[in-house]
């Protein structure tokens, strides 16, 4: 690297003529990079929102042109989806959510159950004096 004198130095007005180039957030070069970013992501924002506008502009009319179509379409959609109820259970057990039905841990906790008596506690006072 070679040492410019001092007059030459206050000669250039900025440090890209002096052959510096920076990343630093407010130079040149990072203005640049940024603006590039800024405007694909206004672009793809742009296209999405749209998108958007068309689909649902189209819905609105679709919807205020043929009420009873779409109502009844509606219906049918959630009675075909109230199907799945029909096999439907709920499960509290924690060990039956969690763990697999052939688990050791689940035959410990069967044989537990099985062998003994749980939120029964038996308690034997004696007072003999």
């Known amino acids: 690297m070679t040492f410019m004198n001092s007059d030459k130095a206050r000669k250039m007005s900025s440090a890209s003529e002096m052959g510096y180039t920076s990343k630093v957030p407010g130079s040149a070069p990072y203005q640049e990079d940024v603006s ?9 924002s742009t296209a999405c929102i749209n998108l958007f506008e068309r689909f649902f502009n189209w819905w609105g009319q679709t919807v205020a042109k043929h009420p009873w179509k779409v109502i009844f379409a509606t219906l049918i959609i959630t009675g075909v ?21 052939d688990s050791k841990h689940i035959e410990l906790q069967n044989w537990k159950e099985n062998n003994f008596v749980e939120d029964i506690r038996k308690v034997i006072l004696d007072l003999r004096g």
Do not use: H, Q, R, V
């Not at 590039?36 to 793809?44: C, H």
């Open 81 to 101: 989806s109230l199907i799945g109820l029909i096999n439907f259970n709920s499960e509290a057990d924690g060990w039956k959510l969690w763990l697999p039905d």
């Open 36 to 44: 590039a970013f800024t405007k694909m992501i206004k672009t793809a």
